[in-house]
């Protein structure tokens, strides 16, 4: 995570961080992801328990291979035995292919803004002359397929979720199309990945059906072959009884899950819609009939990610400078207005108002901040001594250091122009500058 410069060398930081690369998105990703492969892959913050999955899948078919697959080979004609280990093998192979797809690659993360929308003006306040009040509705209605849908604002990412979107507590993203979010792969289950993380769960209960049913054909194979009981027979293979104890313990819960979200996507819902909004018992307006869930499902393209993680970090943008009307050399920063520090928090674009008296100028040109704001009344108020976070940072999560005003002192080469000291005066001609 990179860290803005102290302040208090503003030169040398410059030209050290004009010197160094920006850093690439996943480096400083505003989530709560784990990136391999220099943000190839993408994991949830819970990854370690992937391990625990593949140790859970690895180990019992190794010991199948080991101890009933390997004593197989030589009980069927033609060599066909070896099939048993070579389909257990391969079938393993595909099963954690299938768990890399779904845990490594992004869910459908919707990328955060790096300010808010621009909120509704009231209205009230406006026409009776005074600043209209802005408000950020929380919730909004749009309609899909005839139906009205609520969707809601998040705080976090500072956008409006678009409809099946849902923000995810352990990873702190928006994903889209959410499902849920499963410890055992490490990943949130979203619209980019819900395909194969189905997919691996009903090739695991194969999986556990394969094994469960080759150890009972091992067991009968010592039985026929020793004309003994079954109970003998098991106590000669115990590799065998504890493999189908835990196979049978995993398929009812692999199997139980396949089962499931075959229900789900033959209801076109997902599991955090089916625990939270129960479409029994109104219309879902996503249920597209069947076969246009399970093509939706498994036969549509799978869209692109929104993000690219391996970006560099953009600058932030500015606009061009602003000349101040009087001539003299004296200029406004053209993102800087009436709203001063309230339009800088609150992500809206500053605009101008006819009244002369809100005049911005800019302050900390060398370290690429923002500006400092001159108010009318009470005198001057340079900088507002609050932290705002450029567009990457906040975005990103990048650190950040409060901006500190460049009134009475010299920057470098740059100081602030007679004309905006002049102007400042005019506004209040008994106010005194005062430091944030």
């Known amino acids: 995570m990179r860290v803005a410069p102290p302040s208090g060398s ?17 480096e400083v990703w505003k989530g709560n992801n784990i990136f391999f492969l220099q943000g190839r892959l993408i994991f949830g913050p819970d990854v370690r328990s992937l391990f625990l999955t593949i140790f859970l899948i690895v180990a019992p078919v190794s010991i199948f291979c080991a101890f009933v697959a ?49 909120p509704e003006s009231g209205g009230d306040a406006a026409a009776d002359g005074q600043t209209p009040q802005f408000r950020m509705p929380r919730v909004k209605d749009v309609v899909v397929n005839g139906i009205t849908v609520k969707i809601k604002y998040c705080d976090t990412c500072k956008l409006y979720r678009p409809p099946r979107c849902s923000h995810c507590s352990i990873c702190n993203n928006c994903v889209e199309r959410f499902d849920h979010h499963c410890p055992w792969v490490g990943q949130c289950i979203g619209l980019r990945n819900y395909r194969f ?4 769960v009903f090739s ?58 075959l229900y789900l996507i033959s209801t076109n819902q997902t599991t955090y819609e089916n625990f939270r909004y129960r479409y029994d018992r109104h219309e879902n307006p996503y249920n597209r009939g069947l076969v246009e869930n399970f093509r939706e499902i498994f036969f549509s393209s799978i869209p692109p990610s929104k993000n690219n993680f391996r970006m560099l970090v953009p600058p932030e ?30 992500g809206r674009k500053p605009s101008w108002d006819h009244d002369p008296s809100s005049v911005t100028a800019v302050g900390d040109l060398e370290a690429g901040e923002g500006a400092a704001v001159l108010k009318d009344g009470g005198g001057s108020d340079i900088g507002g001594g609050d932290d705002y976070p450029s567009e990457s940072s906040e975005m990103f999560g990048s650190g950040h250091h409060p901006r500190r005003s460049s009134w009475g002192r010299r920057s470098g080469n740059w100081e602030i122009s007679r004309e905006v000291l002049a102007i400042a005066a005019g506004n209040d001609a008994g106010g005194a500058a005062r430091k944030v």
């Open 197 to 200: 993380f189905y997919m691996f």
């Open 317 to 346: 943008e500015t606009l061009p400078a602003r000349a101040v009307s009087g001539g003299g050399g004296g200029f406004i920063g053209g993102n800087m207005g009436k709203g001063g520090a309230g339009d800088l928090e609150s």
């Open 204 to 261: 695991t209960t194969l999986l556990c059906l394969y094994v469960f049913g080759f150890c009972w054909v091992y067991i009968r194979r010592i039985m026929d072959s020793h004309e003994t009981t079954v109970w003998r027979a098991m106590a000669k293979t115990p590799a065998s009884v504890v493999l189908i104890v835990y196979t049978f313990v995993c398929v009812w819960f692999v199997g139980g899950l396949s089962v499931f979200h």
């Open 10 to 26: 503003l030169a040398p930081a410059a030209a050290g961080a004009a010197d160094e690369p920006p850093p690439r998105i996943y």
């Open 70 to 118: 390997r004593n197989l080979m030589d009980d069927f004609s033609h060599h066909s035995g070896i099939s048993i280990m070579v389909i257990a093998v391969v079938f393993t192979i595909y099963d954690l292919g299938l768990l890399l797809l779904t845990s490594g690659r992004d869910p459908g993360i919707i990328p955060p803004n790096a300010h808010p929308p621009e």
